[in-house]
T-cell receptor, first 112, second 112 residues
Framework: EAQVTQNPRYLITVTGKKLTVTCSQN?????MSWYRQDPGLGLRQIYY???????DKGDVPEGYKVSRKEKRNFPLILESPSPNQTSLYFC???????????FGPGTRLTVT | DAKTTQPPSMDCAEGRAANLPCNHS???????VYWYRQIHSQGPQYIIH???NNETNEMASLIITEDRKSSTLILPHATLRDTAVYYC?????????????FGQGTELSVKP
């Protein structure tokens, strides 16, 4: 089944404790992206990747890092999480940037 | 900022057609109209997109006015499972990031 998977689905952590949210797609898509969703602010893009080893900042990249060493994986790294990064996170992928994006199920992160 | 305007909420009777309007009066000639939906904090789901011609797929139909300043998403026979927030997005289809700018969307409630 074609899909985008994220892990973990739920995470509660403390300020400053490094964490990684994984994202994987099995559709051989070139383009991958991370969004966060907050009440009243909608979905906002954090980082995106046009292909392996090619990443760029979206609208709200502060406090996040990404890497794209393999085509299928695009992990989101929070080196020192803070409470304002409490949010619902979605990973998405598409064949190329021009095509429709397929979203993962989401990761609900709480930073205390 | 989102370039679209949608009503915040709509109701529809089960089995009837749901017609969701979207205003995009500042749309440019190279911008497509995309529709996504999000069911209760799940990952957004692609529905359909178009440039100037009307489009239909297994999920829905998209009607775009001749001046392209507005469009309507039609779910021909709405079911309870179509209850979701529907997002209308205008987007340049190129290789510049592929970002989707989500507005507030229309919360569609399908009632028995």
């Amino acid at each position: 089944e074609a899909q985008v998977t994220q892990n973990p689905r739920y995470l509660i952590t403390v300020t400053g404790k490094k964490l990684t949210v994984t994202c994987s797609q099995n559709m051989n898509h070139e383009y991958m992206s991370w969004y966060r969703q907050d009440p009243g602010l909608g979905l906002r893009q954090i980082y995106y990747s046009m292909n392996v080893e090619v990443t760029d900042k979206g609208d709200v990249p502060e406090g996040y890092k990404v890497s794209r060493k393999e085509k299928r994986n695009f992990p989101l790294i929070l080196e020192s999480p803070s409470p304002n990064q409490t949010s619902l996170y979605f990973c998405a992928s598409s064949g190329t940037a021009e095509y429709e994006q397929y979203f993962g199920p989401g990761t609900r992160l709480t930073v205390t | 900022d989102a370039k679209t305007t949608q009503p915040p909420s709509m109701d529809c009777a089960e089995g009837r057609a749901a017609n969701l309007p979207c205003n995009h009066s500042t749309i440019s000639g190279n911008e497509y109209v995309y529709w996504y939906r999000q069911i209760h904090s799940q990952g957004p789901q692609y529905i359909i997109h178009g440039l100037k011609n009307n489009e239909t797929n297994e999920m829905a139909s998209l009607i775009i006015t001749e001046d392209r300043k507005s469009s309507t998403l039609i779910l021909p026979h709405a079911t309870l499972r179509d209850t979701a927030v529907y997002y209308c997005i205008v987007r340049v289809v190129d290789n510049q990031g592929g970002k989707l700018i989500f507005g507030q969307g229309t919360e569609l409630s399908v009632k028995p």
